[in-house]
């Protein structure tokens, strides 16, 4: 199967990103909704956590795994391929890669949860790629609890999102990636703020579309795949609440399993 | 030493309260921040973390434990009554009377975290003792996060609050209990947009009257408590941020030390 893990139900939009890249390949999730959310925790705790996932999902059928959680890929991604041995893809590389795609100038602009923005992968990362990108990273962390409030399209949430993505505006970015997989739900009024000329990068649909290429020129890996249309998805805490969010993750209605770590 | 648990920095605004009521009296605090939030998480979840968090306490010298978390105090304070040989005290009780001593008619509004207000707590507990007083409880998750933020006055907070707490306006309410550690931060910004006419109900100060009354009541209790001014604070994650939080809720410089559970 392919094991992705998120630190919550937010990875579920990575989950349908796949589903449409990758229409009945089997798919195993686990959202650490126990300890969620990981943007604000410590880089040595995060670390931690993704190698508990990271065995989880191994333990359980995954012969590549997707870390779907922006804070775990920045922090965690390096020792994870490091412990085991199989395809690990995350969300951060696919991103900046797609960023670096767009027309010149490069003026990039970056949002996510503090962790991931405090971590500076995303510049360290498109810098060492292109050394003449300019990057703004911007910290957003009322972005992921309006989203899981619902607050999708109401004032409030324009209010704040206007208020966030200011001083990216005033520098004029070109492309702006969204740095949480909770974003893309917000992809509409995001877009709309910032404004015409910026193209998004939504990075679920890019590390899809990574992983879609990687199988085609791997088929030893491919075949290890199962078609099934299955998919699992488990969690280490559930309420009516996570249910809800999933449903709106992923868009379409969703049975969550408990697992205990 | 008197000890304090919370999911995360909030319970610092007991501890401030405590320091206030009992100022000289040793205290020791932990705040689960590795794990955090606990407010939308499942009851049994939940009240694994409280147990762990009130064994850690008691291990570590304290005599009294207050569970400075609303969304533990509902769900695990009976599992830790009976599975600790010490007094326990948690901030809903005290609130609940607080709110039940103000004049005449009784129409209380809480406002909390999705899980405290799920559970019904406060409700369940004010009708115990008065069926007749009227009830309006109202989930408010947005404002941790908002307090975490640091925007205590921004324009985006006041028109939040006022969205929250529309709903109990109509209902003409006249004492509100802040039923979450964090929300005292927000005391100013709550009572003037929830009106005049409205006591507003700090469950970290009724918390402190409750302890500073039973120790007077109880000078048993009160001698095992050492008191040299000697206050520490544990974590279980530590963060730029987190130490920046714990100053917003203490209202003074504090020095976090990080324990591994």
Not at 79 to 96: G, I, N
Not at 108 to 120: D, L
Not at 123 to 135: F, G, Q, S, Y
Not at 162 to 167: N, Q, T
Request: charged share 20%.
């Amino acid at each position: 199967m392919i094991g992705i893990f998120d630190s919550g139900i937010g990875g579920l939009t990575t989950v349908r990103a796949i589903m449409q890249k990758l229409p009945g390949y089997d798919i195993l999730y686990y959202g650490d909704t126990a300890r969620m959310p990981y943007g604000s925790k410590s880089p040595a705790t995060v670390q931690q956590y993704a190698m508990e996932n990271s065995r989880f999902l191994l333990e359980n059928g995954a012969k590549i795994i997707i870390i779907a959680c922006n804070s775990a890929a920045s922090i965690a991604v390096d020792a994870v391929k490091a412990s085991f041995d199989l395809p690990v893809f995350e969300v951060v590389d696919p991103a900046v890669e797609a960023a670096l795609a767009t027309p010149l100038p490069h003026r990039i602009g970056v949002i996510g949860t503090r962790a991931t923005i405090t971590s500076g992968i995303y510049e360290k990362k498109i810098k060492a790629l292109n050394p003449d990108a300019t990057v703004h990273s911007l910290p957003c962390p009322l972005l992921v609890p309006l989203v899981e409030e619902g607050w999708l399209d109401t004032p409030e949430t324009t209010r704040i999102i206007k208020k966030y993505l200011h001083p990216l505006k005033t520098r004029q970015i070109r492309s702006l990636i969204l740095g949480c997989t909770h974003y893309p739900i917000l992809e509409k009024p995001i877009a709309k703020k910032i404004g015409k000329g910026v193209r998004i990068i939504n990075s679920g649909s890019c590390v899809a579309d990574t992983v879609a290429r990687y199988l085609k020129e791997h088929p030893e890996t491919d075949t290890l795949l199962t078609k099934n249309h299955n998919h699992r998805f488990y969690v280490s805490d559930i309420t009516e609440q996570f249910e809800k969010s999933a449903k709106t993750m992923l868009q379409e209605s969703v049975s969550l399993s408990q697992i205990r770590m």
